[in-house]
């Protein structure tokens, strides 16, 4: 069984702090994605990553494939009470085969 | 917004019910997939359709029933659920490319009495 293991799996901080949220596979994954949900809606893709050693920005968001494609970070600086939510990172073992989900990271960001 | 629709997003139903959820895409996509989120679980996937055939059951009880008459559309039926049914019910929609980049709908909320 390939597992996708998340952490934190919660997190509560202040307004202007910064977070890291890791994601983690004994495995090599051919693709990664990040995914950002609210209460009662689906999950909304943020980020794909593809490439070993990859850094994609968004915003205050940085997202990070790790070299060897195993693992993956989200790191938010200047948390906002909008970033509140649940992030959950999916992989792809094999090009083609369906999505692993992490049980995800549920943030929330007070003011 | 995401271009991945799904009706109703709510539903209360009884255990002998029958009732059936609909998902529509409009991404020009030739996957459609459901998936189960339950409270501290991670998402469960339940069935995958590849160009309308069916090409994952992740041993879902035969109370779910899905049906994909075309690469548009997938509908998940119903039928003599029980309470640890109740769940956000997701329908995602991907090229089934390189990347298999998923689309997400806004879910429908189950609840089975």
């Known amino acids: 069984t390939q597992l996708l293991e998340q952490s934190p799996q919660f997190l509560s901080i202040q307004e202007g702090e910064n977070l890291t949220v890791y994601c983690n596979s004994s495995?090599?994954?051919?693709?990664l994605q990040w995914y950002r949900q609210e209460p009662g809606e689906g999950p909304v893709l943020l980020v794909t990553?593809?490439?070993?050693?990859e850094v994609k920005k968004l915003k205050r968001l940085t997202f990070q494939f790790g070299d060897a494609r195993k693992d993956s970070s989200l790191h938010i600086t200047a948390a906002q009470p909008g970033d509140t939510g649940l992030y959950l990172c999916a992989g792809e073992f094999q090009a083609g085969t369906a999505l692993i989900f992490g049980k995800g990271t549920t943030l929330s960001v007070s003011s | 917004e995401t271009g991945v629709t799904q009706t109703p997003r709510h539903l209360v139903m009884g255990m002998t019910n029958k009732k059936s959820l609909k998902c529509e895409q409009h991404?020009?996509?030739?996957?459609m997939y459901w998936y189960k989120q339950s409270a501290k679980k991670p998402l469960e996937l339940m069935f995958v359709?590849?160009?309308?055939?069916?090409?994952e059951n992740n041993s879902v009880p035969s109370r779910f029933s899905p049906e994909c008459p075309n690469s548009s559309h997938l509908f998940l039926h119903l039928h003599t659920l029980q309470p640890e049914d109740s769940a956000l019910y997701l329908c995602a929609s991907s090229r089934r490319d390189s990347t298999d980049t998923q689309y997400f709908g806004p879910g429908t909320r189950l609840t089975v009495l």
């Open positions: 495995s090599v994954f051919s693709s």
């Open positions: 359709y590849n160009f309308k055939e069916q090409t």
């Open positions: 990553v593809v490439t070993g050693g």
């Open positions: 991404l020009g996509h030739n996957a």
